[in-house]
């Protein structure tokens, strides 16, 4: 979690125990607990620096400046409507703090959204 994995998976011996509703909820709190400590500014910074020395395509830029000033107004949640996906894609790459909303006509685009 604290290296930006994207989803945490229990291991098929642990989810068919005795108890696996306790082993969810217990991976949920050691997750959000991790979270609490991810220094999302630090994480916006690196990332914005790897990315503009590449060179940033416009679309990019957009993104980063959405993120950097949802970072700056403390904004509860950042919504991207997308046809496919990938504006709510590169939103996410900068790890913004707060949840990416992304709404879409495509039920394709939606599915392969929830991975």
Do not use: H, W
Not at 47 to 74: I, N
Not at 87 to 94: G, N, Q
């Amino acid at each position: 979690v604290l290296d930006g994995t994207d989803c945490v998976m229990l291991s098929g011996e642990t989810a068919a125990g005795d108890f696996p509703q306790n082993a969810v909820t217990i991976m949920r709190r050691v997750c959000e607990e991790a979270e609490a400590f991810i220094d999302y500014k630090s994480l916006y910074t690196q990332s914005s620096a790897l990315a503009s020395a590449a060179g940033l395509a416009s679309v990019e830029a957009v993104c980063a400046s959405a993120v950097k000033a949802a970072m700056d107004c403390k904004a509860t949640l950042i919504m991207a409507l997308t046809e496919t996906g990938s504006t709510a894609l590169m939103l996410a790459k900068y790890r913004p703090e707060a949840p990416i909303l992304a709404i879409s006509a495509s039920e394709t685009t939606i599915r392969q959204l929830l991975l």
